[in-house]
């Protein structure tokens, strides 16, 4: 079973920049093989895909050119560095984690919440 806690959340002004992590523990896996993927659900709507990263990085066009996604296998973590937010940021993300070869993400964390104002 493997663990996901994300941190880095806050409330930020439009424009400004936030690094969201994503750091896996527990049980025994290799991280390396983990395809880890970035969410977001904002008040009263579906969760929405944001970006992964595997051996590559894949954008949801909302987000390309201003959010980078990236890891540290040797720490277990993957970084969201999100900039020129926009108000409609705004959400709860949340990290989740699959091994290479399934479809469905299997481990979820908690989520951490980014508020973006104007």
């Known amino acids: 079973q493997v663990q996901l806690a994300e941190s880095g959340g806050g409330s930020v002004q439009v424009g400004g920049s936030l690094r969201l992590s994503c750091e896996a523990s527990?049980?025994?896996?290799?991280?390396?093989?983990?395809?880890v993927g970035w969410f977001r659900q904002a008040s009263g709507t579906g969760r929405e895909f944001v970006a992964t990263?595997?051996?590559?990085?894949y954008y949801a066009e909302h987000v390309k050119g201003r959010f980078f996604i990236s890891r540290d296998n040797a720490k277990n973590t993957v970084y969201l560095q999100m900039n020129r937010l926009r108000a409609e940021d705004t959400g709860v993300y949340s990290c989740?984690?699959?091994?290479?070869?399934?479809?469905?993400?299997?481990?979820w964390g908690q989520g951490t919440q980014v508020t973006v104002s104007s």
């Open positions: 989740a984690a699959r091994p290479r070869g399934r479809v469905e993400y299997e481990f």
């Open positions: 990263i595997s051996g590559t990085d």
């Open positions: 527990g049980g025994t896996f290799d991280f390396e093989n983990l395809v």
